[in-house]
């Protein structure tokens, strides 16, 4: 029986670092040490090559200003890559300034944070958890998920937060978030399963498995509880937009696309409404903050995804585009991407043909190389 070990999803995390000073090389390990595991290097073109060879590798811190390869040629050679594992990892940028200007630059390139030279280890700590963690790789979340629908035991189980305690947290979390001006995020799951006469509640098992999965992902700052019979809701933090969605689309990609043992032909859509405090502005003040809005507000977007058969995220964007009877924007369509090569591989080995051929075309161009030398290799008869 899978205890807590073998399913918690990030278990010292492996962090490169890239930068040519030994020094500040050393006062990053410094800071993350015995949270995360690291490698270390000392340019552009050492960390690309380091990426390429090691798979485990969940988050890159790199400066800017390095020889061979600078940190947004490594940037732009992560983002432009053909492998999803290294073209969705999460970088963070570190700078000697905090300007804003090149703040927005970074952010351009493909940044995901930018930490300045004098962080402080309980900061940088936050930052790394966020996209180790709450990033996490939708495979191992679609991994996880099966695993616990196939049978957890109820000494293994962890217990959510009652939805009188998510208010709680969360209404704590708010208004803290006003009062430092920090980022404060609502997520609302709800799950259905499709069917020809409709769309009908999924079975119990599997819903508990989602929870459970949950709970196990997100960080030890966050809440998460069951508020309906197919619906969690999740408040975080201290978080930036772009990590909180991204979680929310992985989630909800890995839901959809999870192979559920003992539910065979099961189709489940996982929409996710997303409301952020960020979306208001700085005008905190003329607005309605209460939880019970802003949950609300999520719910709402939440069963709009569910009407129109979504499994993703629908935020503000996506509400305006599903009233207008408009296309989603463009950057959404894609937002819950397949399983990647490992899980296919997994798949293939426990004979799920079928599901490996519905997904097998994404991968073509990516193999076909590999499978060409395979082939020039072969002794000719």
């Given at each position: 029986?899978?205890?807590?070990?073998?399913?918690?999803?990030?278990?010292?995390?492996?962090?490169?670092?890239?930068?040519?000073?030994?020094?500040?090389?050393?006062?990053?390990?410094?800071?993350?040490?015995?949270?995360?595991?690291?490698k270390e290097a000392l340019d552009g073109e050492q960390a690309w090559e380091t990426l390429l060879l090691d798979p485990?590798?969940?988050?890159?811190?790199?400066?800017?200003?390095?020889?061979?390869?600078?940190?947004?040629?490594?940037?732009?050679r992560i983002r432009n890559s053909k492998v999803a594992r290294i073209r969705n990892i999460p970088?963070?940028?570190?700078?000697?300034?905090?300007?804003?200007?090149?703040?927005?630059?970074?952010?351009?390139?493909?940044?995901?944070?930018?930490?300045?030279?004098?962080?402080?280890?309980?900061?940088?700590?936050?930052?790394?958890?966020?996209?180790?963690?709450?990033?996490?790789?939708?495979?191992?979340?679609?991994?996880?998920?099966?695993?616990?629908?196939?049978?957890?035991?109820?000494?293994?189980?962890?217990?959510?937060?009652?939805?009188?305690?998510?208010?709680?947290?969360?209404?704590?979390?708010?208004?803290?978030?006003?009062?430092?001006?920090?980022?404060?995020?609502?997520?609302?799951?709800?799950?259905?399963?499709?069917?020809?006469?409709?769309?009908?509640?999924?079975?119990?098992?599997?819903?508990?498995?989602?929870?459970?999965?949950?709970?196990?992902?997100?960080?030890?700052?966050?809440?998460?509880?069951?508020?309906?019979?197919?619906?969690?809701?999740?408040?975080?933090?201290?978080?930036?937009?772009?990590?909180?969605?991204?979680?929310?689309?992985?989630?909800?990609?890995?839901?959809?696309?999870?192979?559920?043992?003992?539910?065979?032909?099961?189709?489940?859509?996982?929409?996710?409404?997303?409301?952020?405090?960020?979306?208001?502005?700085?005008?905190?003040?003329?607005?309605?903050?209460?939880?019970?809005?802003?949950?609300?507000?999520?719910?709402?977007?939440?069963?709009?995804?569910?009407?129109?058969?979504?499994?993703?995220?629908?935020?503000?964007?996506?509400?305006?585009?599903?009233?207008?009877?408009?296309?989603?924007?463009?950057?959404?369509?894609?937002?819950?991407?397949?399983?990647?090569?490992?899980?296919?591989?997994?798949?293939?080995?426990?004979?799920?043909?079928?599901?490996?051929?519905?997904?097998?075309?994404?991968?073509?161009?990516?193999?076909?190389?590999?499978?060409?030398?395979?082939?020039?290799?072969?002794?000719?008869?």
């Open positions: 029986m899978p205890t807590n070990d073998t399913l918690d999803l990030a278990i010292k995390p492996r962090v490169l670092i890239a930068d040519d000073s030994r020094i500040v090389r050393a006062t990053l390990i410094k800071h993350i040490e015995g949270m995360f595991d690291f485990t590798i969940r988050v890159v811190i790199t400066d800017l200003t390095m020889p061979k390869l600078d940190g947004y040629g490594l940037l732009q970088v963070i940028v570190v700078s000697g300034s905090d300007e804003q200007e090149e703040r927005d630059r970074a952010k351009a390139a493909g940044a995901n944070d930018l930490i300045t030279k004098g962080i402080g280890t309980a900061q940088l700590l936050s930052r790394l958890d966020v996209l180790s963690k709450l990033v996490s790789s939708q495979s191992e979340f679609e991994r996880g998920l099966e695993t616990l629908v196939k049978g957890v035991s109820e000494a293994s189980q962890l217990q959510l937060s009652t939805p009188e305690s998510l208010v709680m947290q969360a209404s704590t979390m708010l208004a803290n978030s006003i009062r430092q001006g920090k980022n404060f995020v609502i997520l609302d799951v709800c799950i259905c399963m499709r069917k020809e006469e409709g769309n009908v509640a999924p079975p119990s098992d599997v819903i508990a498995a989602i929870g459970q999965l949950l709970q196990r992902t997100v960080r030890q700052t966050d809440c998460v509880a069951r508020t309906g019979a197919a619906e969690y809701t999740l408040a975080t933090g201290t978080i930036q937009f772009d990590a909180a969605r991204v979680f929310a689309q992985r989630v909800c990609g890995a839901i959809a696309n999870a192979d559920l043992a003992g539910h065979p032909g099961v189709t489940l859509i996982a929409s996710c409404g997303m409301v952020a405090l960020s979306e208001f502005g700085n005008d905190t003040t003329t607005m309605t903050t209460s939880l019970e809005t802003l949950h609300e507000l999520a719910r709402r977007r939440a069963a709009m995804g569910l009407k129109h058969g979504i499994s993703g995220v629908v935020g503000s964007d996506e509400e305006i585009a599903l009233r207008a009877g408009k296309p989603l924007p463009a950057a959404r369509i894609d937002s819950c991407p397949g399983p990647d090569l490992p899980t296919l591989l997994q798949w293939l080995r426990e004979g799920k043909k079928k599901q490996v051929l519905a997904h097998v075309e994404k991968y073509s161009a990516e193999l076909r190389p590999l499978l060409e030398l395979l082939l020039s290799n072969q002794p000719k008869r």
